[in-house]
């Protein structure tokens, strides 16, 4: 028995992933910014969070996923455009966020959290950013940018996934497009 599976917990969150393409391509704009403080998230660690989940127990987890996979989805591929960076300072971190939240984005995490409130993982409620964490414990001004930022994720799915020591397994997932 491995000690992954003594924990009776899992920190989970929905996400929207980012393809290889987009990963390199936003690695390779970040690396262009000279950081000089923070840690760096890994681009395959890139995603769009639509809901923090926090410590589940991993008995819940199957009726957590039947839940989710009861949410009323866009019915189209959402398209976030990610053209603004950053820097959240009660967090720390450094961010590329979207000047504008879609609607189909909004719609996708409201009905994610109305079918997470039976399990109570929303402790208070707080308005939604759209944003993909590129630093963490980042404390220093904006960073001058050589491009301004315009980074189109385009998801056609959404996927619950566990952040175990660093790094982030899918769980599970589901299509924003209606089946044909």
């Known amino acids: 028995m491995n000690d992954e599976s003594r924990e009776p917990f899992k920190r989970l969150f929905f996400a929207l992933g980012c393809g290889a ?8 704009w970040r690396g262009a910014l000279r950081l000089r403080s923070g840690r760096p998230v890994p681009a395959e660690n890139f995603h769009l969070t639509l809901m923090f989940l926090g ?22 591929r959402v398209t976030v455009v990610l053209d603004r960076l950053d820097v959240w300072r009660r967090a720390g971190v450094l961010v590329l966020g979207a000047e504008e939240a879609p609607a189909a984005l909004l719609r996708l995490v409201y009905e994610l ?3 997470m409130l039976p399990f109570g993982v929303q402790d208070k409620p707080k308005e939604y950013r759209p944003h993909l964490t ?8 904006v960073p001058e940018s050589p491009t301004a930022p315009e980074f189109f994720l385009r998801a056609e799915r959404f996927t619950l996934f566990e952040s175990h020591k660093g790094r982030y397994r899918a769980l ?5 497009i209606a089946a044909q």
């Open 113 to 115: 959290e109305q079918a």
């Open 172 to 176: 599970a997932e589901w299509p924003l």
């Open 134 to 141: 590129l630093a963490r414990d980042y404390w220093a001004p």
């Open 55 to 76: 410590a589940v127990d991993i008995a819940r987890i199957a009726d957590l996923c039947t839940a989710a996979g009861n949410v009323r989805t866009p019915g189209k």
């Open 21 to 28: 393409e987009l990963r390199r391509d936003i690695g390779q």
